[in-house]
């Protein structure tokens, strides 16, 4: 008799509905080689008890993991994942900044929004300085062959550069603010997690209240100057930050140093090695 295997309890409170928990945890699982191409998935009455759901609802996180050709049915036989090619390592991009820029290089952009307007008290702490000085706000989606991967919203100050609708959609807003004559020295970021909201749903091609990483980034020059606001929400399925730690140091005690990588799913855009603890990448 096989055994329900120990998986994550689909969460109620969530407003996710449940039929996309199953797919994301499906999907994770997918992703993790747990399925090894061809092999058959569990029937649906097992995955069903296994998950605490109805066949119905399972049949509907199936369908999504089916749309995505990420798995194969078969009226008879059962499920079947389908045989997929993992992406090409690729040898490594050198420097944080270089990679933001190598990752913008490899995807398209479309440009949603483009505005010049007086800095709100919060974009204004982040860029410090005065609210109601003029930035430049652009809204934008970063897609690959996959499909959409980001929504970024970036705010850079009048004082800093000006771009125009069509650079912004055919070069990386990094490479532009250099090009600016902005001599760029590093990044600050935090990554977080947070629900899609109907209108950032649609554009990423998700389900609302579906999961997205949270990133926010404060670009600075040289003289410390920050020159760009970035906040953007990425698909943790074709956006991944993959995290590489050396001990450091002969105080004790020793720190953790991170060697970072962001991997998009699609292709195989890869980071290299940075020298900043805690330090993170992205595509710009």
């Known amino acids: 008799m096989t055994s329900i295997r120990p998986v994550p ?14 797919y994301l945890l499906l999907r994770e699982r997918l992703a993790a080689g747990e399925f090894s191409g061809g092999a058959a998935l569990p029937g649906e009455l097992h ?22 050709k990420l798995i194969l049915r078969q009226r008879g036989r059962g499920t079947f994942a389908r045989p997929g090619d993992a992406p090409p390592a690729g040898p490594p991009l050198l420097g944080l900044l270089e990679n933001l820029v190598a990752m913008g290089l490899k ?31 652009a809204v ?6 996959g499909g959409p991967v980001s929504h970024l919203t ?16 055919a070069k990386p807003m990094l490479q532009l603010l250099e090009e600016s004559g902005v001599k760029v020295a590093g990044a600050e970021q935090t990554v977080s997690a ?41 698909r943790p399925d074709r956006y991944q930050y993959r995290m590489q730690l050396s001990r450091r140091g002969d105080d004790v005690p020793r720190i953790w140093v991170s060697n970072d990588a962001i991997h998009t799913t699609s292709t195989s855009v890869r980071a290299g090695r940075g020298h900043r603890p805690a330090s993170s990448q992205g595509g710009p």
């Open 154 to 169: 970036t705010y850079v100050p009048l004082a800093v550069a000006k771009f125009r609708r069509r650079v912004l959609a």
């Open 194 to 234: 947070k629900l899609a909201e109907p209108s950032i749903a649609a554009l990423l091609d998700v389900e609302v209240g579906a999961p997205l990483l949270a990133v926010t980034r404060v670009v600075h020059d040289h003289a410390g100057r920050r020159v760009q606001l970035l906040r953007g929400l990425y």
């Open 9 to 22: 309890t689909v969460a109620t409170p969530l407003p996710v509905p449940r039929y996309h928990q199953i």
């Open 47 to 68: 995955l069903a008890r296994e998950y605490r759901v109805s066949r119905v609802t399972l049949r509907a996180a199936l369908n999504l993991l089916v749309q995505e």
């Open 107 to 137: 995807t398209s952009v479309r440009v949603l929004a483009l505005s010049n307007m007086p800095a709100s008290p919060d974009v204004a702490e982040g860029l410090r300085i005065a609210p109601g000085e003029m930035v430049q706000r």
């Open 140 to 145: 934008r989606i970063r897609s690959h062959r």
